[in-house]
Nanobody, 127 residues
Framework: QVRLVESGGGLVQAGGSLNLSCTTS????????VAWFRRAPGSEREGVSY????????YYGDSVKGRVTISRDNTKNTVFLQINNLRLEGTSIYYC????????????????????WGQGIQVTVSS
């Protein structure tokens, strides 16, 4: 059974930082690329960041570029997302998602191409 479990969310003040983790099981982690998405209340799901399995290339959404760093540890089957200078609009449920790297031909922010998803974790940014 494939599982993705997010952790590290919570309440943080605007301007603060947060580190999210996504730990996977049930898949060959090194064969999968992983993305973070978020959905704010009343908004569409938004791609935050993406990291490819083999070459470790990473991508970022325009709204977070320069404030977010994605990384992965294949020995721990875990992807990390560090978010700095959090803004009020960063209040969202954050989800990690995984897809097989060798068949990934669509843009990384296309959520429908990810077969595996975590349950999501709440991040609340306060003023």
């Amino acid at each position: 059974q494939v599982r993705l479990v997010e952790s590290g969310g919570g309440l943080v003040q605007a301007g603060g930082s947060l580190n999210l983790s996504c730990t996977t099981s049930g898949v060959t982690f090194s064969d999968h690329s992983v993305a973070w998405f978020r959905r704010a209340p009343g908004s569409e799901r938004e791609g935050v960041s993406y990291i490819i399995s083999s070459v470790r290339s990473s991508y970022y959404g325009d709204s977070v570029k320069g404030r977010v760093t994605i990384s992965r540890d294949n020995t721990k089957n875990t992807v990390f997302l560090q978010i700095n200078n959090l803004r009020l609009e960063g209040t969202s449920i954050y989800y990690c998602a995984a897809r097989l790297s060798r068949t990934a031909t669509t843009p990384w922010s296309t959520a429908e191409t990810y077969p595996y998803w975590g349950q999501g974790i709440q991040v609340t940014v306060s003023s």
